[in-house]
């Protein structure tokens, strides 16, 4: 059961970066610095915790865990730049289209991570699965807002950039749990974003290190978005993705999106109506749902 804690708690965490973001950008930061300043200040995080760590491990009897050998490296980063691709990708979807929009097209990593689950291990998903997809995406169409708006002309650039981000994110968590899983999470994760950084430097060269912006106010933000964004989901991915498999970890990431809401509510103050927040029930009740009937079926 922890493991599924494990995966819940990174979706969740994930789920708080629109607010954090939408308060940078309130600060007067653009895009570049915003992704550029979380990914700099996370990996620092994330190879911090893997010295200690990996001291710590030395009085122990597998060391071997936090050595990485070059072609593991690599596997890693070339996961890890799926991430990368996720962030940028979204934001930049966000410039044609809704919010609103933007958000059901990043949701379709819920069937697409169950497709490629399916190709990869040559398995029809199970009928819980199917179930809770079917529940989830009436859910995640509720719960973003989108439906009884008046809806702008379709930029097909916007849908393409969010369909793609949407493909990226399946991607990162469909294989995140499958790469060198000999090594500890935590240096896994560590390996993973220093693939994410090197992708996101070479699209937005750090100018923030030098031109001030860390001074105005752009720290507090990028540490907070370093935290929930770069350290926690993908360790919390590393350790739990393996254990739930690939399938079940992306119906659980759909908590990200009951937990934006939430946070878009009590924090910026933006208006949620009643389908909404029944959105937000019918979602966490697809998220459940298999082990619900797992449940029910090991005590029939």
């Not at 653009?30 to 030395?58: D, P, Y």
């Not at 916007?158 to 060198?180: E, H, Q």
Request: overall charge positive.
């Amino acid at each position: 059961m922890k493991y599924y804690l494990f995966v819940l708690a990174g979706a969740c965490s994930f789920g708080l970066l629109s607010t954090f973001v939408k308060k940078a950008y309130e600060s007067g930061f653009h895009v570049g610095e915003v992704v550029g300043s979380q990914n700099v200040f996370g990996v620092l995080m994330m190879w911090i915790l893997v010295l200690v760590t990996a001291k710590s491990a030395r009085k122990s009897a597998e060391p071997n865990q936090y050595r990485v050998r070059p072609k593991q490296a690599l596997s890693l980063m070339a996961v890890g730049t799926t991430s990368g691709l996720t962030g940028m990708l979204y934001y930049a979807a966000l410039q044609y289209i809704s919010a609103s929009f933007a958000i059901i097209l990043l949701f379709q990593f819920t069937w697409m991570g169950i497709l490629i689950e399916a190709i990869a291990e040559r398995k029809r998903p199970g009928k819980e699965k199917l179930l809770s997809l079917v529940i989830l995406f009436a859910g995640i169409i509720m719960a973003s807002g989108y439906l009884g708006r008046s809806h702008e002309a379709t930029s097909w650039i916007g849908v393409t950039l969010g369909l793609l981000a949407a493909v990226t994110y399946a991607l990162f968590i469909a294989f995140s749990g499958k790469v060198a899983n000999q090594i500890a999470p935590i240096t896994r994760s560590a390996v993973m974003q220093s693939g994410s950084l090197i992708l996101v430097m070479l699209v937005f060269p750090p100018y923030f290190l030098f031109n001030g912006a860390l001074h105005e106010s752009l720290l507090p933000w990028a540490l907070l978005l370093a935290f929930f964004g770069v350290v926690i989901p993908p360790l919390f991915y590393a350790i739990g993705v393996p254990r739930v498999g690939g399938g079940m970890a992306t119906i659980l990431s759909a908590a990200e999106l009951p937990t934006a809401v939430v946070m878009s509510f009590i924090v910026l103050h933006e208006t949620v109506n009643g389908l909404q927040w029944f959105g937000v029930i019918v979602t966490m009740f697809g998220i459940a749902l298999p082990e619900l009937m797992k449940y029910r079926r090991n005590n029939a």
